[in-house]
T-cell receptor, first 115, second 108 residues
């Protein structure tokens, strides 16, 4: 499978715990994006990387959230001290710079439930 | 005001009908306009994208962009039950702004 993969697919955690999600982009894609989607809404941009550099973060990304892409390949998104409001689908997407920049391909998402 | 407005529906049509979906947006600087399809509890799947104004056709799907009106549309011809999904419009160059999605059901 050469698409975007995300792990885990589902995560249930208790409020206050830390969670980490992983995203593996399409292998030749140098841009990687994180979005969050809540029920009945479209995805909302959180942050994106070009290679290993994090170029932009949304105001939605509070200081409890941190994302990394250490070698310009896979990325991790960590949420510290989870809150019930963090319950959502976390989506990862990837693309190429240049003419392919608009073609973002999404993974299946990680569904987080905070109890 | 949200950057992208999309009627959430739901929209129910008989098999074979034309499905018409649309979005309006506020930021005239946007150049790329995308349509995604999302099945329940799955990630969005890119259907089509258009650069600037004009039409683009891909099989049964046609995307239209009217930058003067800040209005984009997606038409699905000869709709099939397998087209039943949520359709999301997205606008932007790298940081995409999405509409809320329109849920479409095609009745056999």
């Amino acid at each position: 499978d050469t698409g975007v993969s995300q792990n885990p697919r589902h995560k249930i955690t208790k409020r206050g715990q830390n969670v980490t999600f992983r995203c593996d982009p399409i292998s030749e894609h140098n841009r990687l994006y994180w979005y969050r989607q809540t029920l009945g809404q479209g995805p909302e941009f959180l942050t994106y990387f070009q290679n290993e550099a994090q170029l932009e973060k949304s105001r939605l990304l509070s200081d409890r959230f941190s994302a990394e892409r250490p070698k310009g390949s896979f990325s991790t998104l960590e949420i510290q001290r989870t809150e019930q409001g963090d319950s959502a689908m976390y989506l990862c997407a990837s693309s190429l710079t240049g003419t392919g920049v608009a073609e973002q391909y999404f993974g299946p998402g990680t569904r987080l439930t905070v109890t | 005001q949200k950057e992208v407005e999309q009627d959430p529906g739901p929209l129910s049509v008989p098999e074979g009908a034309i499905v018409s979906l649309n979005c309006t947006y506020s930021n005239s600087a946007f150049q790329y306009f995308m349509w995604y399809r999302q099945y329940s509890r799955k990630g969005p799947e890119l259907l089509m994208y258009t650069y600037s104004s004009g039409n683009k056709e891909d099989g049964r799907f046609t995307a239209q962009v009217d930058k003067s009106s800040k209005y984009i549309s997606l038409f699905i011809r000869d709709s099939q039950p397998s087209d039943s999904a949520t359709y999301l419009c997205a606008i932007g160059d790298y940081k995409l702004s999405f509409g809320a999605g329109t849920t479409v059901t095609v009745r056999a």
